[in-house]
């Protein structure tokens, strides 16, 4: 498929998806991450892997790049973008944002606003190992297939069920919840 034809599809399934809304206010920190597509021989998902630092409650796990949003951030999407140059070196200006696919909320109060952008890969990944031990860019159509392996099209799972394996690493938690959501709106979306 035409990659201008896939980001169309993309664009419109993100912007005319229903989306998980914001909880109160004031019961949440407010973080944001970014879903980055990447298009190479195929289209792929940029995803890392955290530090493995003691003492830190995300060590080794699979996530997208983001962060806390801080005083200075405008927005959760000036946050992401932010975080994303600061943990793995892409500039904004290399990054087009197609919209946000919503709220996700943590057991840990944090309120997770997911924003979806494609990478022009006009620079190389320099990720900041104090943060990040791998960078993964993962097939969506292994993604997409691996979904509907699980039966998630059919029945949305509960969050112990919710697992995407890959190679030597399980992407799970929040991180699932937004991928799932992600993959289910690509799907009913076309």
Request: aromatic share 10%; with cysteine.
């Amino acid at each position: 498929m035409d990659k201008n034809k896939c980001i169309s599809i993309i664009r419109s399934a993100v912007q005319n998806g229903s989306h998980p809304g914001p909880p109160d206010d004031g019961l949440f920190q407010s973080t944001s991450v970014i879903a980055l597509f990447v298009f190479n021989k195929e289209i792929e998902l940029v995803f890392i892997q955290k530090a493995d630092v003691k003492g830190y409650p995300w060590a080794n796990q699979m996530a997208f790049p983001g962060g806390h949003k801080d005083k200075k951030d405008l927005s959760t999407k000036d946050t992401a973008l932010r975080e994303l140059t600061e943990e793995m070196g892409i500039n904004r200006e290399n990054v087009e944002v197609l919209g946000s696919l919503g709220h996700f909320q943590t057991i840990n109060s944090k309120d997770i606003e997911a924003w979806i952008g494609i990478w022009n890969q006009k620079e190389a990944i320099n990720y900041d190992r104090s943060e990040i031990s791998r960078v993964f860019q993962i097939p969506l159509k292994y993604l997409i297939d691996l979904h509907k392996e699980k039966e998630f099209h059919r029945q949305a799972p509960n969050v112990m069920h919710l697992t995407y394996p890959y190679e030597d690493v399980l992407i799970w938690g929040v991180t699932a919840k937004i991928l799932y959501h992600l993959i289910d709106v690509l799907l009913k979306g076309g």
